[in-house]
């Protein structure tokens, strides 16, 4: 990855940032190749840490990056690995999260629907994902995020 999250903000390309794209694509060893989703959220995580009102602007930015996402394969699964990071940072008490702070407490209802929108998609579309052969099913996936903490059922917003 050859930007930043600082380099996101300045460059207005928040959006990018979160869907990998372009400077903002991250590779990990253990990824196969593929976007690593957690490597951008920590990035972000730790540039907003050292800002005023951290979770509000992870709020006003998570909302910006929703409002783009389509009914396409790729965003549903961008949104489906960025809101499994945003769990699993926060179960770890990493950053700036409290328990007591839900991100998806934030989002209005047209927000929620959209949410379970693309999650129901990229259910009906999974094998479309690339590395979804080797990948856990879906459903199974989604139980690692409600096991960190997630007490919402998505896929029925």
């Not at 380099?7 to 196969?32: C, H, P, R, S, W």
């Not at 910006?64 to 389509?70: A, D, P, R, T, V």
């Not at 999974?126 to 690692?144: L, Y």
Request: hydrophobic share 35%.
């Amino acid at each position: 990855m050859k930007g930043d999250f600082e380099q996101a903000v300045n460059n207005n390309e928040i959006i990018a940032y979160l869907k990998g794209e372009g400077d903002y694509f991250a590779t990990e060893e253990f990824n196969m190749g593929y976007h690593s989703h957690i490597m951008n959220f920590m990035g972000m995580m730790g540039y907003l840490e050292d800002k005023e009102h951290p979770y509000q602007l992870l709020i006003k930015y998570f909302k910006l990056y929703l409002s783009s996402l389509k009914e396409d394969v790729l965003d549903a699964w961008s949104l489906f690995r960025n809101i499994a990071c945003y769990y699993n940072l926060r179960k770890d008490n990493c950053y700036f999260f409290t328990q007591n702070e839900d991100l998806i407490d934030e989002l209005t209802a047209e927000e929620k629907k959209k949410i379970g929108v693309l999650y129901r998609y990229l259910k009906e579309n999974f094998d479309k994902v690339p590395g979804a052969a080797q990948m856990f099913p879906i459903e199974k996936q989604f139980g690692f995020t409600r096991k960190n903490g997630c007490r919402y059922d998505l896929f029925s917003f």
